[in-house]
């Protein structure tokens, strides 16, 4: 395992400062120290977001530029909603959406996608969600296994969102392109307040559990320290272990969720965990 960061932990320099672009965001991870990144693609009929291309010519100077910096680019962070009923020509533009983020990443060599299930609207059908959801992702896989990359799942929506129902939709379509990215914090709101319960955090690694057999990328948010140093929330020891069990080899990639300068704690946060790799293995 190895430790990156993800392109939405830079998300108010770009908000605040229209001339920051992703080249600037990796050299900020580079001097941090990180290995790798995750760089968010933006949405279907929407401008480009962070990674400030969207053609195999643009892309490579990107990647060409990442390599410069000694990071891999392990995934494409994309957006899509395929349970989007208020404007169906918008939902098939997110099914193209990420047929064509998957032919870019096998076009430039990103072994992954991060994708999204979809968001339950209140007053519709849950069942009629649930199976534009399985259509959307169904018409997406011959695309991923042409191009030879990881559709990876996050649990981030409310459709299809626990670690149970994601590992269901995997062995549902039985392709090894259909894979998961879990967030385990995701779905616990109050993960990182001490009040959290025990039942609620042990809730978070019974979740992960279940999802990182299925693994091919994953995140973890950054909330901040303990006064011992150690990441508020996060007992890395089972967390690690969780993954290390499951055979995952891949990255961990931190999404800044700090109070003020979302940037500030990553390199402090990156040799914790890095630190914490080292002893479990």
């Not at 990796?26 to 977001?49: H, L, Q, S, W, Y």
């Not at 959801?133 to 929506?157: D, F, Q, R, S």
């Not at 950054?222 to 990255?251: E, Q, V």
């Amino acid at each position: 395992m190895y430790v990156a960061v993800h392109s939405w932990s830079f998300r108010e320099r770009f908000k605040q400062d229209k001339s920051f672009n992703i080249f600037q965001a990796m050299d900020i991870a580079a001097r941090a120290g990180f290995k790798g990144m995750e760089i968010m693609t933006g949405k279907a009929n929407m401008p480009v977001a962070d990674i400030g291309a969207d053609t195999v010519e643009g892309l490579k100077k990107v990647l060409d530029y990442a390599k410069k910096c000694g990071l891999k680019i392990h995934s494409y962070a994309t957006f899509n909603d395929f349970a989007y009923v208020k404007d169906e020509t918008w939902r098939l533009a997110n099914i193209e959406y990420i047929k064509k983020w998957l032919g870019l990443a096998g076009d430039t060599g990103v072994p992954n996608i991060r994708m999204l299930t979809g968001y339950y609207v209140e007053g519709e059908d849950r069942k009629r969600l649930e199976d534009m959801t399985l259509k959307g992702i169904e018409e997406c896989i011959p695309v991923a296994e042409k191009a030879g990359v990881n559709m990876a799942i996050e649990n981030h929506n409310s459709i299809f969102m626990k670690g149970d129902e994601i590992a269901g939709l995997i062995k549902r379509f039985g392709s090894k392109r259909l894979t998961a990215c879990p967030d385990p914090s995701n779905g616990c709101p109050k993960f990182f307040d001490p009040a959290c319960t025990p039942e609620a955090r042990d809730g978070v690694y019974e979740n992960l559990k279940v999802m990182a057999p299925y693994a091919t990328a994953s995140h973890l948010k950054i909330r901040g320290f303990n006064p011992d140093g150690s990441l508020l929330g996060w007992d890395m020891p089972r967390l690690l272990g969780i993954y290390r069990k499951a055979g995952f080899d891949g990255s961990l990639t931190f999404e800044s969720i700090v109070d003020g300068d979302l940037i500030a704690p990553l390199a402090k946060a990156r040799e914790v965990v890095e630190k914490a790799i080292a002893a479990s293995a």
